[in-house]
């Protein structure tokens, strides 16, 4: 009945329990309360349905509505008392045709429950602002005044979408909306955000209340699961093209690293190195013994990750297993879907369905990780043959629709820790939902073109996807697509392409494109460098771009102690460390807005340039602190525009005052033992940071197997103290930075 659908538990990716604990609870004739030491919630008395003079109820007969017209049917307060949240009211009702979503009814069957539409309009003040929701690649952060489309699409404008229905404000709240279907948000228009989703039998969601984004984070971590830590060299350079086509290629790009001493920790092995999709086996000729392959990476500190697809090929070995099985994405009389007629790679497996699960991690790990490969590419989560029309293990395609990728990384994040005990899980995935963070995930925007726009877009769009509680994003760098055979810059290249030719053609302004997101991917949660071109390595672009490569390269590794120290940190709190300055500005307002520009952890502001040609860049810098230009330590004050000095060979990077930056010597991997280098001071304010260490490739930590130094900068004494394990001896690895 919708009465047993509305009081039960909370749907998938949510995985906390019911707490009642501190909570109080009064009814009165104007409706009840609900009040603990965060948040006390008002819930108002039903209205009765008012009948028009023909007898039918407004909105129609089996429509329930919440009513606009007699005051919020919801209000969240905080314990201050001070507004959070006013729900003015909530729909579900019957597919219809004036709705033009009648044609939904097709994709149920008998035995399904009954498909609503279900929807909530929440008031928007004027100076509310909206982030997260997954991933959007049309080139903003705030979503207001913007539709959002938060399903999965491989079409979308700008690029692939992804769908994490969690809303985070800058009002002290975040909304995390309990519904799969593709669901539309419209956020501030006519003073209300308004969600509607297209399937579901109650309208569900959570209210997450925090005095700082990192305390609504926290409650997102409660809700959903937290973020483990990565293998450490998840954080190093991990190089990927489309695609090495031979075991010789793959042993010689890392030849190529090693011999030119330059760090790096894993290799990609992408896809078309199986004789047909779904075979789960390598072409003989190009790879004869990835096992003996892997065993030669691995003597060089090198880990490999390998694309594995869900989908089988009717003429390959597993897929009549499947079928009899029934653990296909299936239509409604059994037969699995496919991409006939012009995509000819087979059917998806089911991963909501546990026995498909076990069974299709079980081929993976005997077919594919018995070769000694570290990690998995779990391409194509989307999934890629659209669910819609389909039906899963759970129930209709269309009713869950955005769930795939929690369950498909799940898949393989569940047989890791169960038959590789020892090593710590890391998959890459398309795709996110709720709570597919804990899944040992990082995540990556998909197949964008190499231009200067998609370069610019991509920075507001990593930045969503971590408002989202998704911390770990990244994106190809470089682009995915095939180049151009010509592209004229409008400004003179800042880097000659004369020497890389017969990489990228007749597109001359590539190298420039290609040092300047290499800038920028040096600075997200994952370094990974990807695209559809004949080469992809640090020197495959040119002899003037090879050194500021290296420089960068080289600086990722430097900053190697601060970066791990900060996955420790979203595996702690939840909260991201790739971060919109709205989160650690909210008394700016001239914050809200700004996608160009952000925080990498507490110290640094990082400022991309993503135009061809530009020397310069307007850098906002907020207020409420000073900055050190980390190039030349010059220091400003905060609340100014400036013009930074941008240079081929120089992001604008700024450090926070009161900032403590580990830096570590110089390794050519991770495996390598990093020793504290340096510790960099940034004086004009107090500061502390948590150093973070531990073996970096197990799950040894669970058990408190990790060494934590806790660094204080006492800016009154000028004085630099560490507690708890000692990271370095001596003072001569301190500096204070004079700003000039």
């Known amino acids: 009945t919708l009465k047993d659908e509305a009081m039960s538990g909370p749907g998938y990716g949510i995985v906390a329990k019911p707490d009642a604990a501190g909570w109080t609870h009064e009814t009165t004739a104007a409706g009840d309360t609900y009040k603990s030491a965060r948040i006390t919630v008002f819930i108002a008395a039903p209205v009765p349905p008012q009948r028009r003079p023909d007898g039918s109820f407004s909105r129609g007969p089996r429509r329930n509505f919440g009513g606009f017209n007699r005051g919020p049917f919801m209000t969240v307060t905080g314990a201050d008392g001070k507004p959070l949240m006013n729900m003015l009211g909530w729909e579900m009702g019957v597919l219809n045709d004036k709705d033009d979503d009648s044609q939904l009814n097709y994709d149920r069957r008998p035995e399904d429950p009954q498909f609503y539409q279900v929807g909530a309009?929440?008031?928007?003040?004027?100076?509310?602002?909206?982030?997260?929701?997954?991933?959007?690649?049309?080139?903003?952060?705030?979503?207001?005044?913007?539709?959002?489309?938060?399903?999965?699409?491989?079409?979308?404008?700008?690029?692939?979408?992804?769908?994490?229905?969690?809303l985070v404000t800058n009002k002290g709240y975040g909304l995390l909306w309990d519904n799969p279907s593709k669901t539309t948000i419209q956020p501030g228009f006519n003073e209300q955000t308004k969600w509607t989703s297209q399937v579901g039998q109650r309208v569900s969601f959570f209210v997450v209340a925090g005095a700082t984004t990192d305390e609504i984070y926290a409650g997102y971590r409660l809700l959903?699961?937290?973020?483990?830590?990565?293998?450490?060299?998840?954080?190093?350079?991990?190089?990927?093209k489309q695609r090495y086509s031979t075991q010789a290629e793959m042993l010689a790009v890392a030849k190529g690293y090693r011999e030119r001493h330059l760090p790096i920790d894993m290799l990609v092995l992408d896809w078309f190195y199986y004789t047909k999709m779904g075979q789960m086996d390598f072409i003989k000729d190009q790879w004869p013994d990835p096992a003996e392959m892997n065993r030669q990476l691995h003597a060089?500190?090198?880990?490999?990750?390998?694309?594995?697809?869900?989908?089988?090929?009717?003429?390959?070995?597993?897929?009549?297993?499947?079928?009899?099985?029934?653990?296909?994405?299936?239509h409604a009389d059994g037969t699995p879907e496919d991409g006939l007629p012009y995509d000819m790679q087979g059917s998806d497996i089911d991963t909501t369905n546990p026995d498909a699960a076990k069974w299709y991690w079980g081929v993976v790990r005997d077919n594919i990780a018995s070769q000694g490969f570290d990690s998995f590419w779990a391409d194509e989560t989307e999934p890629d043959?659209?669910?819609?029309?389909?039906?899963?293990?759970?129930?209709?395609?269309?009713?869950?629709?955005?769930?795939?990728?929690?369950?498909?990384t799940a898949a393989f994040y569940d047989g890791m820790r169960k038959d590789m005990p020892d090593k710590r899980v890391l998959i890459l995935s398309r795709d996110a939902y709720l709570g597919a963070q804990h899944n040992g995930t990082i995540f990556w925007s998909s197949d964008i073109f190499p231009d200067w726009d998609a370069l610019r877009r991509q920075i507001p769009t990593g930045l969503g996807v971590t408002a989202s509680g998704i911390a770990y994003w990244g994106n190809d760098i470089g682009g995915w697509q095939g180049l151009p055979k010509v592209?004229?810059?409008?400004?003179?290249?800042?880097?000659?392409?004369?020497?890389?030719?017969?990489?990228?053609?007749?597109?001359?302004?590539?190298?420039?494109?290609?040092?300047?997101?290499?800038?920028?991917?040096?600075?997200?949660?994952?370094?990974?460098?990807?695209?559809?071109?004949?080469?992809?390595?640090?020197?495959?672009?040119?002899?003037?771009?090879?050194?500021?490569?290296?420089?960068?390269?080289?600086?990722?590794?430097?900053?190697?102690?601060?970066?791990?120290?900060?996955?420790?940190?979203?595996?702690?709190?939840?909260?991201?460390?790739?971060?919109?300055?709205?989160?650690?500005?909210?008394?700016?307002?001239?914050?809200?807005?700004?996608?160009?520009?952000?925080?990498?952890?507490?110290?640094?502001?990082?400022?991309?340039?993503?135009?061809?040609?530009?020397?310069?860049?307007?850098?906002?810098l907020p207020a409420g602190t000073a900055w050190y230009d980390y190039w030349t330590n010059k220091r400003f004050e905060g609340g100014q525009t400036i013009q930074a000095s941008a240079p081929i060979d120089q992001i604008p990077l700024f450090v926070r005052a009161g900032s403590i930056v580990p830096l570590g010597s110089a390794i050519e991997s991770t495996h390598d033992t990093q020793t504290i280098a340096h510790v960099k001071v940034y004086p004009g304010a107090n500061g502390d940071f948590t150093l973070y260490n531990d073996d970096g490739q197990t799950y040894a930590y669970e058990k408190g197997n990790f060494q934590i130094t806790h660094l204080h900068w006492d800016d009154a004494t000028r004085k630099l103290t560490q507690s708890g394990t000692k990271a370095w001896s001596g003072s001569a690895v301190v500096e204070v930075v004079r700003g000039r």
Not at 121 to 132: I, L, M, Q, R, V
Not at 154 to 164: E, I
Not at 390 to 401: A, D, E, M, S, V
């Open 385 to 408: 043959l659209p669910p819609d029309g389909g039906y899963f293990k759970i129930g209709p395609g269309t009713q869950y629709y955005n769930v795939y990728p929690l369950f498909h």
């Open 224 to 240: 959903t699961g937290d973020t483990p830590m990565l293998p450490k060299g998840a954080y190093g350079l991990i190089q990927c």
């Open 121 to 166: 309009t929440f008031k928007s003040p004027d100076d509310e602002h909206y982030y997260g929701l997954g991933e959007n690649q049309e080139g903003y952060l705030d979503h207001r005044g913007h539709k959002i489309e938060c399903w999965a699409d491989y079409q979308a404008v700008g690029g692939p979408s992804f769908c994490v229905p969690f």
């Open 300 to 330: 060089m500190n090198i880990e490999t990750m390998i694309s594995v697809w869900p989908r089988f090929r009717p003429d390959t070995r597993f897929y009549d297993l499947i079928q009899k099985n029934g653990w296909f994405l299936h």
């Open 487 to 620: 592209h004229v810059p409008e400004h003179t290249p800042l880097i000659d392409p004369s020497d890389a030719r017969d990489n990228v053609g007749g597109y001359d302004d590539y190298p420039e494109l290609y040092v300047r997101w290499y800038e920028y991917g040096v600075f997200q949660p994952n370094l990974r460098t990807h695209g559809t071109r004949p080469h992809n390595e640090v020197w495959s672009y040119g002899k003037q771009a090879e050194p500021i490569l290296e420089k960068y390269l080289r600086l990722r590794y430097e900053l190697m102690p601060y970066i791990y120290s900060l996955g420790y940190f979203t595996h702690t709190t939840g909260a991201p460390f790739m971060r919109g300055l709205f989160m650690d500005f909210p008394n700016d307002p001239k914050v809200a807005q700004i996608g160009d520009e952000y925080m990498f952890g507490p110290a640094f502001l990082v400022a991309p340039v993503t135009s061809q040609g530009q020397t310069t860049k307007s850098v906002y």
